[in-house]
Nanobody
Framework: QLQASGGGLVQAGGSLIVSCAASGRTFNNYVLGWFRQTPGKEREFVAGISRSGADTLYANSVKGRFTISRDRVKNTVYLQMNSLKPGDTAVYYC????????????????WGQGTLVTVSS
């Protein structure tokens, strides 16, 4: 089970970190990722990280502003979001999969519940 937390309201230009803790099983053998979704739109890939944490992948829209990381001891994945824009407003979901570099929903088998991030202008 994946449990996301840390969402909230932040002003444009601000920062926020969301985290996702795994329970019930270890996800150290999985790649981890973050997706986001707004009403009426498909869930879109935001960032992914390899099993070791050595490799990361980002959507062009967040590259240079967001950083994904993982703590294998805590079985947790983080998304540090800087220079937030109103367009980043969405429900953010964490996910676990088997193959790194697959930035689509189908590449992930396990999903956490979302956490809402709202960026005000």
């Amino acid at each position: 089970q994946l449990q996301a937390s840390g969402g909230g309201l932040v002003q444009a230009g601000g920062s926020l970190i969301v985290s996702c803790a795994a329970s019930g099983r270890t996800f150290n053998n999985y790649v981890l990722g973050w997706f986001r979704q707004t009403p009426g739109k498909e869930r879109e890939f935001v960032a992914g990280i390899s099993r070791s944490g050595a490799d990361t992948l980002y959507a062009n829209s967040v590259k240079g502003r967001f950083t994904i990381s993982r703590d294998r001891v805590k079985n947790t994945v983080y998304l540090q979001m800087n220079s937030l824009k109103p367009g980043d407003t969405a429900v953010y979901y964490c996910a676990a999969g088997l193959t790194f570099g697959v930035p689509i929903q189908g590449g992930y088998a396990y999903w956490g519940q979302g956490t809402l991030v709202t960026v005000s202008s």
